[in-house]
T-cell receptor, first 118, second 117 residues
Framework: GAVVSQHPSRVICKSGTSVKIECRSL??????MFWYRQFPKKSLMLMAT?????????EQGVEKDKFLINHASLTLSTLTVTSAHPEDSSFYIC??????????????FGPGTRLLVL | GENVEQHPSTLSVQEGDSAVIKCTYS??????FPWYKQELGKGPQLIID?????GEKKDQRIAVTLNKTAKHFSLHITETQPEDSAVYFC????????????????FGQGTILTVHP
């Protein structure tokens, strides 16, 4: 299947700092990428949908000024957690939708980023 | 909006046995149903998917069945192995013909599968 990379895999930061997470589709173009947050032993919670070249669409209850999303190219989306606080500690997972070829519409996930805010 | 229910929440089987996980969905317009396997500390991995124009799809030890009338789909794993132990998520999505719909996946709650040696 297609490969989605995510960087960094783990980050520890101090409260009040900002953290940027990168998500890349390595072997396909993704006009749409998604950012999820997952709490321990829970399902994936969609935070926002990122469309290349346009503003992200945030889910209800997700602060767009806190979770900044940029989708500048067909293979890269970034999530910036601004002024992070301990309650932002979580597992963040990106996903990219393959809109070309025989696998169009299939959604692939990155390996996740574990964020710990001290 | 779409609602996906997944059962059971936990499933324990002996190595070599079969495992079945079931999901129901509410939106009859949903036409794409992927299954993901998530190991501890990792992102979900797509293991199999099915579109509404077929009723069954198989890939080696894994198969998925879809009943559009009843709005449910199931994952079947045969000859289970300890490395099959993970959390499995079903999902449903409304996809247009080009796969470029701006819709989103709706996930089930997940099933923790444990395969005992």
């Amino acid at each position: 299947g297609a490969v989605v990379s995510q960087h960094p895999s783990r980050v520890i930061c101090k409260s009040g700092t900002s953290v940027k997470i990168e998500c890349r589709s390595l072997d396909f173009q993704a006009t749409t990428m998604f950012w999820y947050r997952q709490f321990p032993k829970k399902s994936l919670m969609l935070m926002a949908t990122s469309n290349e070249g346009s503003k992200a669409t945030y889910e209800q209850g997700v602060e767009k000024d806190k979770f900044l999303i940029n989708h500048a190219s067909l293979t890269l989306s970034t999530l910036t957690v601004t002024s992070a606080h301990p309650e932002d500690s979580s597992f963040y997972i990106c996903s990219a939708r393959d809109t070309s070829g025989i696998y169009r519409g299939t959604q692939y996930f990155g390996p996740g980023t574990r964020l710990l805010v001290l | 909006g779409e609602n996906v229910e997944q059962h059971p929440s936990t499933l324990s089987v002996q190595e070599g046995d079969s495992a079945v996980i079931k999901c129901t969905y509410s939106d009859s317009a949903s036409n794409y149903f992927p299954w993901y396997k998530q190991e501890l500390g990792k992102g979900p991995q797509l293991i199999i998917d099915i579109r509404s124009n077929v009723g069954e799809k198989k890939d080696q030890r894994i198969a998925v069945t879809l009943n559009k009338t009843a709005k449910h789909f199931s994952l079947h794993i045969t000859e289970t192995q300890p490395e099959d132990s993970a959390v499995y998520f079903c999902a449903a999505w409304v996809s247009d013909a080009g796969g470029t719909s701006y819709g989103k996946l709706t996930f089930g709650q997940g099933t923790i599968l444990t395969v005992h040696p």
